[in-house]
Structures are given as structure tokens and as C-alpha cells.
Antibody, heavy 123, light 107 residues
Framework: QVQLQESGPGLVKPSQTLSLTCTVSGDSINNANHYWSWIRQPAGKGLEWIGRVYISGNTNYNPSLRSRVTISVDTSKNQFSLKLSSVTAADTAVYYC???????????????WGQGTLVTVSS | SSDLTQPPSVSVSPGQTASITCSGDRLGDKYACWYQQKPGQSPILVIYQDTKRPSGIPERFSGSNSGNTATLTISGTQAMDEADYYCQAWDTFTPVVFGGGTKLTVL
């Protein structure tokens, strides 16, 4: 069974960089049909896609966050990571990592999600 | 803001049919997915490729997509179906877009 687990600090100071890692088990991060994504959800609000990385290292980001986001992959550790710079209170949210299936027929979906980790931005 | 529009809330009586819509420009030309999220839990996929159910999802969940609107239908709604539901597709500038979410209440 595929499992994803987020890890990282639960508290980040304003203007600093939020850093999270997602460890994947039960699947190789090298699978060609998968993108590895970050999604966040402020308390009481909806899901916001942050971005994704492919095994090649190619990335796509939400235009609203692109200037502050970096997502990278470490295939040797079967992990991928998120860095969000210059954080403010508005970045306080539960952050999820998730596996995104995508194939040549244009079929796509998020099929496995981490449990989520709450990151609070506060001094 | 989301380019996929969902009603904030839908109410349904137990045993009745619930319909949750997701509207977006030419959404019918793309595949729509639907996710269920219960309080304190991660979302789970309930519909992909407009109409397909993943293994383990009850048959009472179904989907359709045409024109500018995708619809998630829950037939014979049960109390356990009370949750937030999100649609997902893509747009020209963003490969992943979520709808704003719909809170389904089973009264």
C-alpha cells in the first residue's frame, strides 16, 4: 500500500522559509505515470494546489504562488520537498503531499494523500 | 479564487439523491474528478475521468460531465456521506485546479 508522510516544522516565523518533506513508501517515486504534489488547506477553507514535481525534476506551480515556491525531488531517498519563502500568516494551513496519476490518455487524479501537517506562521 | 464553481452547501434527506455541481469554462471538454473529505481527514478520490469509481467506492456515487458543468450524484445518500466534496480539473494556466468545495449535509 502506498503511503505518504509529511514532515517538517509546525511553526515558522513570518518572512522565513517554510520547508516540508514528503516521504513515499510502497511505491517508487520514479514511476513514470506519477507527479508528486503539494496541496494546502487553511482552516475551514478549501483545497489549494501549490505545485508538483516529476521524476525528471520538471516542476509546475500555482501561478499565485510561483514566485515563492520551490518543489524538488530526491529519488535516492524516495522523497520530495516543498520550500515556500517569505511566509506570512496567510500561509498558515494544513499542508498535504499527494501522488498525482497522469497517463497518455489524459486521465488524471490524486490517488494517495499524506495525512497532512499543520504549519502555523507566527512570531 | 477558483475557476471551478461549486455551491457552498447542499442538503439532502437520508435515502434521497444528492447532486453537487461544478461549473467551469468548457469543463465538459476535460475530465473531472471528485474528492470527499471528512473533518480531520485527508481527501479521498470518489470519481475520476468524469464517471469512473475507484475500487472501494460505493456504487451510489456516480458522475457526469457535459457542457460547462460536471455533476457528482449520490443516490440513496447515507449519513456517512456527510462531508465536503471538491471537484478538480485543469485550466489553461494551471495543470491542477480545485473547486471551492461543497459541504453536503444529510439531514
Amino acid at each position: 500500500q502506498v503511503q505518504l508522510q509529511e514532515s517538517g516544522p509546525g511553526l515558522v516565523k513570518p518572512s522565513q522559509t517554510l520547508s516540508l518533506t514528503c516521504t513515499v513508501s510502497g511505491d517508487s517515486i520514479n514511476n513514470a505515470n506519477h507527479y508528486w504534489s503539494w496541496i494546502r488547506q487553511p482552516a475551514g477553507k478549501g483545497l489549494e494546489w501549490i505545485g508538483r514535481v516529476y521524476i525528471s525534476g520538471n516542476t509546475n506551480y500555482n501561478p499565485s504562488l510561483r514566485s515563492r515556491v520551490t518543489i524538488s525531488v530526491d529519488t535516492s531517498k524516495n522523497q520530495f520537498s516543498l520550500k515556500l519563502s517569505s511566509v506570512t500568516a496567510a500561509d498558515t494551513a494544513v499542508y498535504y503531499c499527494a501522488r498525482y496519476y497522469y497517463d497518455s490518455d489524459g486521465i488524471y487524479y490524486f490517488d494517495f494523500w499524506g495525512q497532512g501537517t499543520l504549519v502555523t506562521v507566527s512570531s | 479564487s477558483s475557476d471551478l464553481t461549486q455551491p457552498p452547501s447542499v442538503s439532502v434527506s437520508p435515502g434521497q439523491t444528492a447532486s453537487i455541481t461544478c461549473s467551469g469554462d468548457r469543463l465538459g471538454d476535460k475530465y473531472a474528478c471528485w474528492y470527499q473529505q471528512k473533518p480531520g481527514q485527508s481527501p479521498i478520490l470518489v470519481i475520476y475521468q468524469d464517471t469512473k469509481r475507484p475500487s472501494g467506492i460505493p456504487e451510489r456515487f456516480s458522475g457526469s460531465n457535459s457542457g460547462n458543468t460536471a455533476t457528482l450524484t449520490i443516490s440513496g445518500t447515507q449519513a456517512m456521506d456527510e462531508a465536503d466534496y471538491y471537484c478538480q480539473a485543469w485550466d489553461t494556466f494551471t495543470p491542477v485546479v480545485f473547486g471551492g468545495g461543497t459541504k453536503l449535509t444529510v439531514l
